[in-house]
């Protein structure tokens, strides 16, 4: 077994992040699933590599931000992620909802 990726999905509340994941690692698509906010979960994934090795990737889906939490024009709020997120991720996949363009903001203010 290969190096275990750690991958930390973030966006604002509601963009569908954790609805990816379920999709991505165990194929789940459903329409009509009831909506429960996440605090923080962990999805885990076996892929087999291009070279023929078994990698692990450990997805982080954290808490969405808050609307009310995005930076405004002049930057007086900033969104950071908890620092231990920081420090683990391998990468980050950063999830915006093309229907809410406060979402994209929410990922601007997330990047700085």
Do not use: W
Request: aromatic content about 8%; some cysteine; glycine content about 8%.
């Amino acid at each position: 077994m290969g190096k275990i990726i750690k991958v930390v999905v973030c966006g604002m509340k509601g963009v569908g992040k954790t609805t990816i994941l379920e999709q991505a690692v165990y194929g789940n698509i459903t329409n009509k699933t009831e909506f429960y906010p996440t605090i923080e979960d962990i999805y885990v994934a076996n892929i087999e590599s291009d070279k023929g090795t078994r990698e692990k990737l450990r997805f982080y889906d954290t808490a969405g931000i808050e609307p009310s939490q995005i930076a405004t024009a002049n930057g007086t709020t900033n969104q950071q992620l908890p620092r231990h997120y920081l420090v683990l991720a391998d990468g980050y996949i950063l999830v915006y909802d093309t229907g809410k363009c406060n979402s994209l903001d929410a990922i601007i203010s997330i990047k700085k």
